[in-house]
């Protein structure tokens, strides 16, 4: 069974400052990896994903990640925080076997203050 | 092509009603998914389509629920005699044949009152 555990359920940043959420997963076989954003009242947008190719993988809006097999994380990052960000993120799992079934942490509320 | 579009955005019915939500996914696409999310937590898995087959379905997915892809187009999720607990946001995506990361559509959300 795969599962992602996301540590934080709210984390605070000022603006320009660097962004991090924690995700971590658990998974027996080789994972794809995804970090999703939701904002009040909409759907998820996809932020990047790792397919086990380069691990530092690069998304929208100067987001990126890094896959650590070794530490079991991917966590994501930011330089610089700005005020749009303030959202929803969600880590979410899924085998490489069926790449279907997504199985999402219970998400990081970010909030970006002046 | 605007992305996955789902009908209605808010539904408010009382217990023991039934309801049903629609989704259109991207065009293209031929993999369909349903998710549900309640407050504060992150999207659960329900069931997924592959054209017009139903290959997964969730435990979540009591015998009250139901969802059919008919002709491998849109796709409803119909829920049968609501109860409270049924309320929350239904996320429909799609995704094309290799299925690594969705398109989700804005979700319908449910209030059973």
């Known amino acids: 069974a795969q599962s992602v555990t996301q540590l934080g359920s709210h984390v605070s940043v000022s603006e320009g400052a660097l962004v991090l959420l924690r995700c971590n997963y658990s998974?027996?076989?080789?994972?794809?990896l995804f970090w999703y954003v939701q904002y009040p009242n909409q759907g998820l947008q996809l932020l990047l994903k790792y397919t086990s190719a380069a691990t530092l993988v690069k998304g929208i809006n100067g987001f990126e990640a890094e896959f650590k097999k070794s530490e079991t994380s991917f966590h994501l990052t930011k330089p610089s925080a700005h005020m749009s960000d303030a959202a929803e993120y969600f880590c979410a799992v899924s085998d490489t076997g069926t790449a279907s079934k997504l199985t999402f942490g219970t998400g990081t509320r970010l909030q970006v203050t002046l | 092509d605007t992305g996955v579009s789902q009908d209605p955005r808010h539904k408010i019915t009382k217990r023991g009603q039934n309801v049903t939500f629609r989704c259109d996914p991207i065009?293209?696409?031929?993999?369909l998914y349903w998710y549900r999310q309640t407050l504060g937590q992150g999207p659960e898995f329900l069931t997924y389509f592959q054209n017009e087959a139903q290959l997964e379905k969730s435990r979540l997915l009591s015998d009250r629920f139901s969802a059919e892809r008919p002709k491998g187009s849109f796709s409803t999720l119909e829920i049968q005699r609501t109860e409270q607990g049924d309320s929350a946001m239904y996320l429909c995506a799609s995704s094309s044949g290799g299925g690594i990361g969705y398109t989700f559509g804005s979700g319908t959300r449910l209030t059973v009152v």
């Open positions: 998974s027996s076989v080789p994972p794809y």
């Open positions: 065009s293209e696409h031929n993999r």
